[in-house]
């Protein structure tokens, strides 16, 4: 990831995605820097076990599998909630 200038708080960064490469801006680049390793590495993870998915369709199926991690996390943290709110 390549910071470049800053203007206010945002700073213009460049980070590689799946081999290409997007200039972003953002007010926190190592949050930023986080996101852009679990994208790229969920898009290859795709990419490995379904080698005949063109850019777009592995894009979409890494999105699918963020979102799916996701829903599981906030399954999980409601359940947590409810048992700490019985607990009270």
Do not use: C, F, W
């Amino acid at each position: 990831m390549k910071e470049e200038k800053k203007s206010g708080n945002s700073q213009r960064v460049d980070v590689e995605i799946y081999g290409e490469v997007y200039h972003l801006r953002t007010d926190d680049p190592e949050g930023l820097e986080k996101l852009v390793r679990i994208v790229d590495s969920t898009m290859k993870s795709v990419a490995r076990s379904t080698r005949t998915l063109a850019g777009s369709h592995v894009a979409v199926m890494s999105a699918m599998k963020i979102a799916e991690d996701y829903l599981q996390l906030k399954k999980d943290y409601d359940e947590l909630l409810e048992l700490l709110d019985e607990h009270k």
